[in-house]
Nanobody
Framework: QVQLVESGGGLVQAGGSLTLSCAAS????????MGWYRQAPGKQRELVAA???????NYADSVKGRFTISRNNAKNTVYLQMNSLKSEDTAVYYC??????????????WGQGTQVTVSS
């Protein structure tokens, strides 16, 4: 099993920045891809960004150029740097992990989520 714990959420004004962190523990050697999802009220959960163990990344079109995903394999931690935040970025953000790469297979492990609220 893998445990994921997010931190760094909060309230920020539009145009501001926030960095989320996700620390993994447990059977971390089994993890390849790690990602950030978000879910806004009344909307489906969507993939925001993902990164493989080797450092390949992908992003949702809505966050390209504003968000940056990174990871520190030595610390078993993945980060999401969010800049130029908009009100539509308001959501619960979830960290996820899986033993596969950046493919379509679903994520196996999930964190509890952290709230990000952007005020306009």
């Amino acid at each position: 099993q893998v445990q994921l714990v997010e931190s760094g959420g909060g309230l920020v004004q539009a145009g501001g920045s926030l960095t989320l962190s996700c620390a993994a523990s447990g059977r971390i050697f089994s993890i390849n891809a790690m990602g950030w999802y978000r879910q806004a009220p009344g909307k489906q959960r969507e993939l925001v960004a993902a990164i493989s163990r080797a450092g390949s990344t992908n992003y949702a079109d809505s966050v390209k150029g504003r968000f940056t995903i990174s990871r520190n394999n030595a610390k078993n931690t993945v980060y999401l740097q969010m800049n130029s935040l908009k009100s539509e970025d308001t959501a619960v953000y979830y960290c996820a992990a899986k033993p596969y790469g950046l493919d379509s297979r679903p994520y196996d492990y999930w964190g509890q989520g952290t709230q990000v609220t952007v005020s306009s």
